[in-house]
């Protein structure tokens, strides 16, 4: 049976050992690396750039800091992985691309990365990503597709666009990592590597110094091991102060299962997985109705032309395209150039269906606490699966299509492990209304309890 490496620490308990003098940020930051630098591992393709040296100086400072008591937060120490999207200062965000290989250098870290650096986390390298993050695969031409840890010699892709975040977090490489998230780039890896990703409600944690790809549904957030570990990150991306989520009693929780396209082709692994954690969050004495959802019908609808990623990511391509044609992967070109299609009035119905549908939604989800389905309707393929360019477009939108469509309804949402120890890796998404950030934490952590009680810290 394919095995998964075995658990990793939760960003709550490095601060512990860290605290106590357990271990110290040099281990830690040594052990990452070691795991990077493994020639037999997926080191090489889940970072563009690894900052050995600096990630080394950054932990003995940090580690001194620590003995005198002057640690800027207690996470300071922790190597993360940083999505090849964010500006460091100081670096070329290429955005997995060759096309921006010889961009300017970053003058200022995003703002979401300029709050990890204040909390004091290390920045291990830049984690591997779709070029310009238009896609679900996770595949990348320019630079490798790492291997999704699940079955390893079968090579099944990551999960993307933050491929090398999932993997890197997955395998120890770092001990949590930033993420973007546009239509499931946090969820969708998250899910095929058995981790956890959570994406905020969009206007929660600001997208400046970071490539967009969708203005109007870029969000920042995490992948980690736990719900716990991303409600910390997130809050750190939020400028706010990291704090335990509320216990969320799971007895009478209302919980709202879509029947409408998201239960879809699901694959035996998914449908028996998302089959046996319903049942144990039925038997936790959480209440759970399936019922249609028929707003989702609106979103399904509104994909023509490329829909609002097509035309805001042409808008920003455009210019690159007409000097960088041919370094583009003809992939991600060809999404891109969808949106050339739209014309003024064309994406501005989009945008006012797109506030209808949102509207919609709310009303009809008013009574439930979440909504909660699979992330993906099946488990990651194997690479040779999407060589063809129609198996690459089939398989890319059905394994985005249920996370996509809660980014253009504004919500937040988070992707839990829901498989047994040793199955294929699948996910849980658990969705809340827009601004529902922390609530929806909180219900997650009780359903994660519920669904991988070892994975509670």
Not at 328 to 343: F, K, N, S, T
Not at 349 to 364: H, S, T, V
Request: net charge neutral.
């Amino acid at each position: 049976m394919p095995e998964m490496p075995r658990r990793q620490p939760t960003l709550s308990s490095l601060a512990r050992d860290l605290a106590t003098g357990a271990t110290t940020s040099r281990k830690i930051v040594e052990d990452c690396l070691a795991r990077i630098e493994d020639p037999a591992g997926e080191g090489a393709r889940t970072f563009i750039k690894v900052h050995a040296d600096r990630a080394r100086a950054a932990a003995d400072a940090m580690d001194g800091l620590r003995r005198v008591g002057a640690a800027p937060s207690p996470y300071a120490g922790i190597p993360v992985a940083i999505k090849d999207l964010a500006d460091i200062a100081g670096e070329v965000t290429a955005a997995g691309s060759r096309a921006l290989a010889d961009a300017p250098l970053a003058t200022h870290d995003a703002p979401s990365v300029a709050r990890l650096r204040r909390a004091g986390f290390i920045f291990i390298g830049r984690a591997n990503m779709t070029e310009f993050a238009y896609s679900g695969l996770g595949i990348n031409p320019h630079y490798g597709t790492p291997a999704s840890p699940w079955a390893r010699n079968e090579r099944r892709v990551p999960g993307g666009s933050s491929s090398g975040s999932g993997v890197a977090v997955a395998d120890g490489m770092a001990h949590g990592a930033l993420g973007t998230d546009t239509g499931g780039s946090c969820r969708v890896p998250a899910s095929f590597n058995g981790v956890t990703g959570w994406k905020p409600t969009a206007r929660r944690v600001p997208i400046d110094g970071v490539v967009p790809l969708a203005t109007s549904l870029d969000s920042i957030g995490p992948i980690a091991r736990t719900v716990d570990c991303c409600a910390i990150m997130d809050a750190i991306f939020a400028a706010e102060a990291p704090a335990p989520l509320a216990k969320v009693p799971l007895e009478g929780l209302r919980l709202l299962v879509p029947e409408t396209i998201v239960l879809d082709s699901l694959d035996a692994h998914v449908a028996a997985a998302f089959d046996a954690a319903l049942r144990r969050i039925s038997d936790a004495g959480a209440v759970v109705t399936r019922a249609p959802l028929p707003v989702l019908k609106r979103i399904a609808e509104m994909t023509d032309k490329g829909g609002i990623s097509g035309a805001e990511s042409y808008a920003w391509h455009r210019e690159l395209i007409a000097r960088r044609r041919e370094q583009y992967d003809p992939r991600v070109l060809m999404r891109i150039m969808r949106g050339a299609e739209q014309d003024a009035a064309f994406y501005i119905g989009l945008l006012e269906r797109r506030a209808a549908a949102i509207k919609a939604y709310n009303e009809a989800t008013a009574d439930f606490d979440a909504v909660i389905m699979p992330t993906t309707a099946i488990i990651a393929p194997r690479i040779d699966e999407v060589a063809s360019e129609a198996d690459y477009t089939r398989i890319n939108l059905l394994i985005l299509r249920n996370p996509m469509m809660f980014n253009i309804l504004d919500c937040c949402g988070i992707s839990i492990p829901m498989h047994r120890a040793g199955d294929a890796p699948t996910g849980l998404m658990v969705i809340g209304q827009g601004g529902t950030d922390r609530r929806t934490l909180a219900i997650s952590a009780a359903l994660e309890g519920i669904l991988q009680p070892a994975s509670a810290d």
